[in-house]
């Protein structure tokens, strides 16, 4: 039940993360306030991400490979719960 519950969040979690990179990456300009609430919950996570491996420059845009390396954390995240719980 708890693992249940635990993972739900994570997946949750990982949806936001989702939607903060595409709209991110369409929504050019003034963020709109849900847009802000996203990164607010977010950024903290994703940050000690972003200082493993910082945004690389490729062309005229950044990559940033911090989302990829927290899906691959949470999913070990998830898999451990299942494990224990």
């Given at each position: 039940?708890?693992?249940?519950?635990?993972?739900?969040?994570?997946?949750?979690?990982?949806?936001?993360?989702?939607?903060?990179?595409?709209?991110?990456?369409?929504?050019?300009?003034?963020?709109?306030?849900?847009?802000?609430i996203l990164e607010?919950?977010?950024?903290?996570?994703?940050?000690?991400?972003?200082?493993?491996?910082?945004?690389?420059?490729?062309?005229?845009?950044?990559?940033?490979?911090?989302?990829?390396l927290l899906f691959?954390?949470?999913?070990?995240?998830?898999?451990?719960i299942r494990i224990?719980?």
């Open positions: 039940m708890l693992g249940n519950l635990i993972s739900t969040v994570i997946e949750v979690f990982k949806y936001m993360v989702l939607i903060r990179l595409f709209a991110n990456l369409f929504m050019q300009g003034s963020q709109p306030r849900w847009l802000q607010e919950y977010t950024e903290p996570v994703l940050a000690p991400f972003r200082r493993l491996i910082p945004p690389i420059m490729m062309g005229g845009a950044y990559l940033d490979f911090s989302p990829v691959i954390g949470l999913g070990f995240l998830q898999t451990f224990l719980l």
